[in-house]
């Protein structure tokens, strides 16, 4: 056999075996970090040194194009970069850069590394120096580091460590699966906020705009805790309970093409009451029990002024970018008025499912007024036809 294709298949059973060994989980709670990073209105500072640094520069494109995250690499300013090597030293390079961004509590700092750094050994000091610097402002720490993952590994608030298989080829597996782990999380419906051109202009040609119809989360889908008249979300996990006619109601939206996407205000996050963790286990177990085909979620509180609470459409807006949905003949189903005027602001037809809460009502009223969501999967279906106003099912 040719020695050329021994080696060939030796590194690639050797990338198989770290896919393999990668873990899940802690590239899930990567994904939730950077969400909740952008989410906080936070930055991203990816740190690497040599063939990391050229992942890291890669890597701030994909974050700012695919994720919306506001991403920079101190290694792309090489006259800067250079400079305080020359003046300050090596080891505090990207340390300063971070002291001049004016690094904060809500910024995230990514480490791409082979060795993550080990002042004892003299191994990437400039990444320790710069990761004690993040401690003091209580910044969080990202690592996808090899071997042992060094200092990155032990501050890290998420480490995602690259298996060794071969000790021999330790350096190529490390940086290849750095790629691969980055491509991930901008594809990872948490983080991904837009297609990348080719697969937009594939999937413009394979389909046209389609309807689709969102739904609120709470009252909707899973039972609302009701206090003084109005709704309020389950406090967490065990308090999360799907209505009965939901799944069904779904179903029978699905078996008629409608795709189905959660849009859902959860402010508990901003309040401190409820980690995005949580949330996210809370939406993992409804997507297990519902035919949902994705998940949007607002973080933030009224004071933060974002543009994807509701009633504001941010979360449609996004649903459509991601998704190439035709707005004007989608339907909006939700149990309070921020989600009326929300559908009518996006320009969708609204359905309200009408329980009585004690607050005011949508600025207009909606095409249709049930007392349930299998009401509101029956308008829907009708109504995909035509065009009815103001109807009430009560």
């Not at 209580?138 to 580091?145: F, H, M, S, T």
């Not at 009408?354 to 009502?361: A, C, I």
Request: glycine share 6%; charged share 25%; hydrophobic share 40%.
């Amino acid at each position: 056999m040719n020695p050329r294709s021994t080696f060939a298949e030796q590194f690639l059973a050797e990338a198989k075996a770290v896919i393999d060994r990668l873990d899940r989980s802690s590239i899930e709670e990567a994904a939730s970090l950077l969400a909740q990073t952008r989410a906080a209105g936070g930055r991203l500072f990816i740190l690497g040194v040599g063939g990391s640094a050229a992942n890291a520069s890669h890597a701030v494109n994909d974050f700012r194009k695919l994720a919306g995250i506001e991403a920079y690499a101190p290694t792309d300013n090489v006259s800067e970069l250079t400079a305080r090597t020359n003046d300050e030293g090596w080891p505090t390079v990207f340390e300063s850069w971070l002291r001049t961004s004016r690094l904060r509590s809500n910024d995230l700092v990514m480490v791409f590394s082979v060795g993550g750094g080990h002042l004892e050994k003299n191994i990437s000091p400039n990444l320790v120096s710069a990761l004690e610097y993040a401690a003091t402002v209580n910044a969080k720490i990202l690592g996808v580091v090899g071997r042992d993952g060094g200092y990155t590994a032990e501050v890290a608030d998420t480490c995602i460590l690259i298996p060794t298989v071969n000790a021999a080829h330790i350096t190529p597996h490390t940086e290849a699966f750095q790629s691969v782990v980055w491509h991930l999380l901008v594809s990872h419906p948490l983080v991904k906020q837009q297609a990348a051109k080719w697969e937009s202009t594939e999937a413009a040609r394979d389909r046209a705009a389609r309807p689709a119809v969102f739904l609120d989360r709470d009252g909707v889908l899973n039972r609302a805790m009701v206090q003084d008249g109005k709704p309020l979300p389950p406090p967490g996990l065990h308090d999360l309970e799907v209505l009965p006619d939901a799944a069904p109601a779904l179903a029978e939206l699905k078996s008629h093409g409608f795709p189905l996407y959660v849009i859902t205000n959860q402010p508990d996050v901003a309040r401190g009451s409820l980690t995005s963790a949580e949330l996210d286990a809370m939406h993992q177990k409804l997507a297990s029990l519902l035919p949902v085909d994705d998940i949007f979620v607002c973080y933030h509180d009224d004071a933060d002024h974002c543009a994807c609470r509701k009633p504001k459409p941010g979360l449609i807006y996004e649903a459509q970018r991601k998704h190439d949905i035709d707005l004007a003949r989608s339907f909006v189903v939700g149990d309070r008025w921020r989600d009326i005027d929300a559908g009518h602001a996006a320009g969708c037809k609204t359905i309200l499912i009408d329980y009585g809460y004690r607050e005011r009502k949508p600025s207009q009223p909606p095409e249709a007024t049930v007392r349930s969501l299998r009401e509101a999967a029956q308008w829907i279906i009708r109504s995909s036809s035509k065009e009815p106003k103001n109807e009430v099912c009560l």
